[in-house]
């Protein structure tokens, strides 16, 4: 089978496609036992649909990274990662695993709010043998690391104005690279229902608000990041098959201010005659 081949599913829901077939290092079966503990792989090491779709997003994931991940390598004797909003750590431990782990340098700080998560995730770094690898249990907008600096943050799916508090906390602790995959925006529609304006036939129906509101949620996050210096990049995560929240935000610091990119989003947010919360660390 090659990698464009679709897999077919079997009797039990498992696909005929093996670790091997996704997997991109020369050995695979040395990540069996981290997988299996992450429950991406069955016990008997296969896969199943919701397990390959998982996979398949947090690999594409680590693959965009990689290239930032490395010039951080180069740049820093040791560069932290900071995952918000980090769950069960299923992108924490893949890119130390495939990034971090073979470069022999590097930390991931994983930030969850449920302690059963942190101490899981704990525990599976201490058995994987992953040294550098920790994890706090705490709020992203309270969360702060030792040393107060991070190269690289990251929130996948992270839910509402969670993904603006990750980008509150990137600007607290100075990160050189940002990585966005923002989930369930609901801030912006509430703002625009029952608002009038000159744009207001964009946001009337509820399903359009809704639309519209995490659409231009999104708009308003490139706008501020590129005020504060960041040289940003939208894209798509992964094909829509995978997951339909598939927005990627990729952000890389180049100056300290940007006063084009804050005169356009000041004028959007006139046009729109709303104000996110987010707006309020504009300054």
């Known amino acids: 089978m090659t ?5 077919t599913p079997g009797k039990t829901g498992q696909l005929k496609e093996s670790l091997a077939d996704l997997w991109p290092t020369p050995r ?7 997988l299996k503990a992450l429950h991406i792989l069955t016990r008997e090491g296969a896969l199943n649909a919701d397990s390959r779709r998982k996979l398949k997003q947090t690999l594409h994931f680590t693959q965009i990274l990689r290239p930032s ?18 769950g069960k750590s299923y992108l924490g431990f893949i890119l130390y695993d495939l990034v971090l782990n073979p470069a022999g340098r590097g930390r991931v700080v994983g930030v969850e709010t449920r302690e059963e998560l942190i101490e899981k995730s704990r525990a599976l ?35 509402d104005t969670a993904t603006d508090d990750a980008i509150r906390f990137a600007l607290r602790h100075e990160a050189k690279t940002i990585a966005l995959v923002p989930c369930c925006q609901a801030e912006m529609a509430q703002l625009l229902k029952g608002r009038a304006g000159p744009l207001r036939e ?9 639309e519209f509101g995490a659409h ?22 992964t094909g829509l098959e995978h ?7 990729l952000a890389e610091r180049h100056q300290q201010r940007d006063a084009r990119a804050k005169g356009e989003l000041e ?15 504009l300054d």
């Open 28 to 34: 695979p079966q040395a990540s069996i036992p981290l």
């Open 3 to 7: 990698r464009d081949d679709k897999p």
């Open 267 to 281: 004028r959007l947010v006139d046009q729109l005659g709303v104000r996110p919360a987010l707006l309020d660390a």
């Open 202 to 210: 964009l946001w009337r129906h509820p399903i359009q608000r809704r």
């Open 125 to 159: 770094a201490a058995e994987s043998g992953f040294a550098r690898m920790e994890f706090i249990a705490s709020p992203i907008d309270r969360a702060a690391l030792r040393g107060g600096r991070v190269d690289m943050v990251t929130a996948l799916h992270a839910c």
């Open 69 to 86: 991940l490395e010039a951080l390598l180069a740049a820093s004797d040791e560069p932290v990662i900071a995952d918000l909003g980090a």
């Open 243 to 249: 997951s339909l929240k598939n927005e990627l935000i």
């Open 216 to 237: 231009v949620t999104n708009v308003i996050r490139g706008l501020f990041l590129e005020a504060h210096g960041y040289k940003v990049r939208v894209t798509e995560l």
